[in-house]
């Protein structure tokens, strides 16, 4: 029976995801990233060009809204964000579901770690830390 809201099997943090045109539940993830180092001066704050985040979820039925911001763990600032897109399962909930969010002009204010969250109809429902300095 499907929950309130889908199991995310993956959430990766990367620089790209390629999916084959031929199998699309085949996918490549490009430049895994787990932080990120300004070589600015002066460091911060530091503006990255791109995220991608790549999901995949399942355990679900129906449609739901989804979108991913990220934002210093200590204050809570949003550095970055995407707007709210509609997904969509279909009726079997064994199906596993790829999202490919892709988050513009991130503004990172200060060093320290961050946190990439994915939200599912107003609900975080996983997020993976990015460390910034």
Not at 13 to 22: A, L
Not at 45 to 73: I, M, N, S, W
Not at 79 to 98: H, K, R
């Amino acid at each position: 029976m499907a929950g309130i809201h889908p199991v995310v099997r993956y959430l990766i943090v990367c620089d790209d995801v390629v999916v084959d045109p031929v199998n699309p539940r085949k996918v490549t993830i490009v430049g895994l990233i787990s932080s990120i180092r300004s070589y600015d001066d002066p460091p911060f704050p530091v503006r990255h060009k791109e995220l991608c985040v790549y999901a995949q979820l399942t355990e679900f039925r129906g449609r739901g809204r989804v979108h991913v911001d990220v934002v210093h763990a200590d204050s809570e600032i949003r550095a970055a964000g995407t707007t709210t897109c509609v997904i969509s399962f279909g009726d079997n909930p064994l199906e596993v579901v790829g999202v490919v969010i892709r988050i513009r002009g991130c503004l990172f204010p200060v060093p320290g770690l961050y946190h990439v969250r994915l939200w599912y109809n107003d609900v975080v429902i996983a997020e993976q830390p990015l460390l910034l300095r």
